[in-house]
């Protein structure tokens, strides 16, 4: 199994910034994305950005495009989400995923963290 924990949340200004980090662990044989999704109250979950472990490719939202930045520390099994210039249509619970296998033969397959809340309000 692989277990995420997610730190950084918190309450901004607008305009403010935000350092999210997630640390996966456990048995972890394939590590092949990890990224950041988010949810905001009655609407569904939505892609943030992700980074490919591998390569180093990265895919973000447009709504987030310029704003946030992603980068991963493949020696400490860490993902970050660099948030800047942040407006309060960002306030959500954020949420760490990674597309792993845990053991070799086993398909891959989502994980997520717990959440943490991100609040943009003056």
């Known amino acids: 199994q692989v277990q995420l924990v997610e730190s950084g949340g918190g309450l901004v200004q607008p305009g403010g910034s935000l350092r999210l980090s997630c640390v996966a662990s456990?048995?972890?044989?394939?590590?092949?994305?990890m990224g950041w999704y988010r949810q905001a109250p009655g609407k569904q979950r939505e892609l943030v950005a992700t980074?490919?472990?591998?390569?180093?490719?990265?895919i973000y939202a447009d709504s987030v495009k310029g704003r946030f930045t992603i980068s991963r520390d493949n020696a400490k099994n860490t993902v970050y989400l660099q948030m800047n210039s942040l407006k309060p249509e960002d306030t959500a619970v954020y949420f760490c995923?990674?597309?792993?296998?845990?053991?070799?033969?086993?398909?891959?397959?989502?994980?997520w963290g717990q959440g943490t809340q991100v609040t943009v309000s003056s």
């Open positions: 980074i490919i472990s591998g390569g180093g490719g990265t």
């Open positions: 456990g048995s972890i044989f394939r590590l092949v994305t």
């Open positions: 995923n990674v597309v792993a296998s845990a053991t070799v033969g086993e398909p891959v397959r989502n994980y």
